[in-house]
């Protein structure tokens, strides 16, 4: 089984196990091996479950100010749990490669493996949603239809994302590529950095 359609698999999982409670703060089982790449796989997307979810209530003209501060803090949070995770996924990969001798001719791909990965999560998400928005029976004919059309799309965009992290990963392998892993510099999440915080002291 290639890699994309093991991980398709796990998203598709996370976020259908999501929607049993459909809860952002829902307790939950992750039922991979702990510590496994397919552990990590399920939990990141469970994570951008729940924020894509957060992202919806901040939304709502109805919340309150205070309940939407709330949230964003939240946002901001699970943000940078979300960088951190994937990551630990390019570690991951960093390891698994790390014998490989890059190819003279060796190139560097626009974006690491877990970044394209991280798509590919949010397009599990993408596409679930908007295929509830083809299957809803309280809408006209004509929003189901462009749901539907929006939902092809999506999958076929899933579809060639899968093959283009395949050969990516092919190509690290093969010594045709190599990584070369930026870690993010979230500045707003430091004390020391963002201005609004450190300007207090």
């Not at 630990?88 to 990969?93: E, G, L, N, R």
Request: with cysteine.
């Amino acid at each position: 089984m290639s890699f994309s359609k093991k991980a398709n698999e796990i998203f598709d999982r996370a976020v259908r196990d999501y929607h049993v409670t459909d809860c952002i703060d829902a307790a939950y089982d992750n039922p991979y091996q702990a510590g496994s790449l397919d552990a990590v796989l399920y939990d990141k997307c469970r994570v951008d479950a729940a924020q894509w979810h957060m992202e919806d209530v901040v939304r709502d003209p109805d919340v309150s100010l205070e309940e939407a501060i709330g949230l964003k803090r939240r946002i901001d949070r699970s943000n940078q749990v979300r960088t951190d995770m994937v990551e630990d996924i390019d570690t991951h990969f960093l390891s698994r490669y790390a014998d490989v001798k890059p190819l003279p001719d060796a190139t560097i791909n626009t974006e690491s493996p877990a970044w394209a990965i991280d798509r590919l999560s949010i397009l599990a998400l993408k596409i679930w949603h908007m295929r509830e928005q083809a299957e809803r029976a309280d809408v006209s004919e004509e929003h189901r239809a462009k749901a539907e059309a929006k939902l092809a799309v999506l999958l076929e965009q899933r579809q060639d994302l899968s093959l283009a992290i395949d050969r990516l990963l092919a190509d690290i392998e093969a010594g045709r590529k190599y990584m070369k892993v930026y870690r993010q510099m979230k500045l707003y999440n430091d004390p020391a950095t963002n201005p609004a915080l450190y300007g207090k002291k």
